[in-house]
């Protein structure tokens, strides 16, 4: 007789794979970081000799280094934000992507307001779990 594949099998090995994939994540995580750590450091004495030196940069046998202003804009006053927006006409002020929670709760309720070009991609997943005194 011949093992058959059943959905108690396929739940099984999905969580056990699930299980060692967030574990090599979780010590992966660590690991980078670790190296984040390394060049966060070595990035702040390379600004140090740039600023002792006066030099925005240099060359080595290795290679090269830049130092530039890096600039991120951010709010703590949205309203003010989309005042503003609003007020200039300024629409690409803010990233291109549609806010999938909100959206949804939108067209709820606002289902006669689709705005052209809007795709839905709508696709049946499987969502797993382990049951509750499991010692697997």
Request: charged letters at 30%; glycine letters at 4%; aromatic letters at 6%.
């Amino acid at each position: 007789m011949t093992d058959q594949i059943t959905a108690d099998k396929l739940v099984k090995v999905y969580i056990k794979i699930r299980d060692h994939k967030e574990a090599l994540e979780a010590a992966h995580k660590i690991e980078v970081a670790r190296l984040n750590e390394q060049l966060h450091t070595i990035e702040q004495e390379l600004l140090e000799m740039c600023k002792a030196t006066g030099q925005d940069g240099g060359k080595t046998p290795h290679g090269t280094f830049t130092r530039t202003v890096k600039e991120r804009y951010t709010t703590n006053d949205w309203p003010s934000l989309y005042s503003v927006i609003l007020t200039h006409n300024a629409p690409e002020l803010l990233e291109q992507r549609i806010h999938q929670g909100n959206f949804k709760k939108f067209l709820a309720e606002h289902p006669e307001a689709l705005p052209a070009g809007v795709n839905l991609d709508r696709r049946y997943a499987i969502t797993v779990y382990r049951p509750r005194n499991s010692t697997d």
